[in-house]
């Protein structure tokens, strides 16, 4: 067995307070801390594009919603087990139990569909600058997952893991772990600086949105190896089966993209080529009206 040299020992509890028969969890205070700094990086940088104030916020509480509903949705159905005897429990998400992919296909379809309904302008550059936001909010959601040690991981055979002391932990008694959350945490602020660089460098919009799919799905696909979640097909997880089949889509979106200018631009060039063709030649004389008889 490897001799782990640095064990960080968490030994939080996962509840910070109870009141009103209310458990007020890490996980709770950081899922909630991460959708109001995302929503807030995602409205600085829609302000930019100037977008109104009313749209930025209704859009933001759309994505919130279905995205919380989409991740505690996921999650039930992975682990009904843990619900089908006390249905109740289902809307317990306080004191944890999400499932990241979840929230994102739920708060993409919520906020996708609220734009549409009501004529958001530019929605691609808008699901732009809504992946930064996410990103940014999904690392500091991880905080409280660290905190909580809900997500097992495999034993770990580095030189450094992370150890839960508290008896009221999930992960209490395991033996030093893969940080495999602290891992996806990492990867997505480094997420965050690709997609600023995209975002500001790549003019084309929907392409920063589309590379925060594919970058997102390759770190989950590779972090999942270590974490002990249920499998499901193929000795994959729930998560790496969502993250192979949105590789591709996001890749091909972004060849498409980066090959195909933006629709003004394509109505513009026709435009010019239909008044370069009813334009006359250079050098050629108008047609003059022949001189009527008598």
Avoid: C
């Amino acid at each position: 067995m490897t001799n782990v040299l640095l064990s960080i020992k968490i030994g939080l509890d996962p509840t910070i307070v109870k009141f009103a028969g209310l458990d007020i969890t890490y996980h709770g205070l950081f899922t909630a801390l991460g959708v109001i700094i995302g929503v807030a990086i995602s409205a600085w940088l829609a302000r930019k594009l100037a977008y109104p104030e009313d749209m930025i916020y209704n859009v933001a509480l759309a994505l919130v919603i279905g995205g919380i509903v989409g991740a505690r949705g996921l999650y039930v159905i992975e682990h009904w087990s843990m619900f089908h005897h006390d249905l109740g429990k289902m809307f317990a998400i306080n004191t944890g139990g999400i499932s990241i992919y979840g929230g994102l296909v739920g708060g993409a379809v919520s906020a996708w569909s609220y734009a549409m309904i009501t004529k958001v302008p530019n929605i691609p550059r808008g699901a732009d600058i809504a992946g930064i936001g996410a990103i940014v909010g999904m690392a500091v959601g991880r905080i409280g997952d660290i905190i909580n040690g809900e997500h097992y991981a495999k034993t770990t055979s580095l030189p450094w893991g992370v150890l839960y002391t508290n008896v009221n932990s999930p992960s209490f008694g395991r033996a030093a772990q893969h940080p495999a959350v602290a891992y996806e945490m990492i990867g997505d602020l480094v997420i965050f600086f690709i997609l600023l660089v995209v975002y500001f460098r790549v003019p084309r919009a929907g392409v920063t949105f589309f590379t925060y799919v594919l970058l997102y799905a390759i770190l989950r696909t590779a972090v999942s190896f270590l974490r002990l979640d249920n499998e499901v097909f193929l000795g994959l997880r729930t998560a790496q089966l969502i993250g192979i089949a949105t590789m591709l889509p996001a890749i091909v979106m972004i060849g498409y993209l980066l090959r195909t200018p933006p629709a003004a631009e394509r109505r513009a060039r026709s435009a010019r080529r239909r008044g370069q063709a009813e334009s006359p030649p250079p050098g050629s004389q108008p047609p003059t009206e022949e001189p009527s008889a008598g």
